[in-house]
């Protein structure tokens, strides 16, 4: 199971800290990845990590604002997310899965997910 929390209101500009925290399975044996979803649009890539956190990957759209992390040891990965526009206005999603290197990005790759937080970015 994957709860996120960490959502909410923030103006233009603000920073928020979303987290990920797994229960009942070996959150180190699976890539973990941040997706999002705006009203009326479909499940867009922001950010994963590979089993350790050794490697990060972020899209472009979120790059140099947004900062992915893990900690194994507390089952719990984080979405820093600084500078925030509102178009980064949307419900966010954390996944976990056995992933290969070259599907970190496809939402199919993943096969546990959490129930969403939302996101909100006032102009």
């Known amino acids: 199971q994957l709860v996120e929390s960490g959502g909410g209101l923030v103006q233009a500009g603000g920073s928020l800290r979303l987290s990920c925290t797994a229960s009942?399975?070996?959150?180190?044996?699976?890539?973990t990845a941040w997706f999002r979803q705006a009203p009326g649009k479909g499940r867009e890539f922001v950010a994963a990590?590979?089993?350790?956190?050794?490697?990060?990957w972020c899209a472009d759209s979120v790059k140099g604002r947004f900062t992915v992390s893990r900690d194994n040891a507390k089952n719990t990965m984080y979405l820093q997310m600084n500078s925030l526009k509102p178009e980064d206005t949307a419900d966010y999603y954390c996944?976990?899965?056995?992933?290969?290197?070259?599907?970190?990005?496809?939402?199919?790759?993943?096969?546990?997910w959490g129930q969403g937080t939302l996101v909100t970015v006032s102009s």
């Open positions: 996944a976990a899965g056995r992933v290969i290197l070259s599907t970190y990005r496809d939402y199919e790759a993943y096969s546990y």
């Open positions: 009942g399975r070996t959150f180190s044996g699976y890539g």
């Open positions: 990590t590979s089993r350790n956190g050794g490697n990060t």
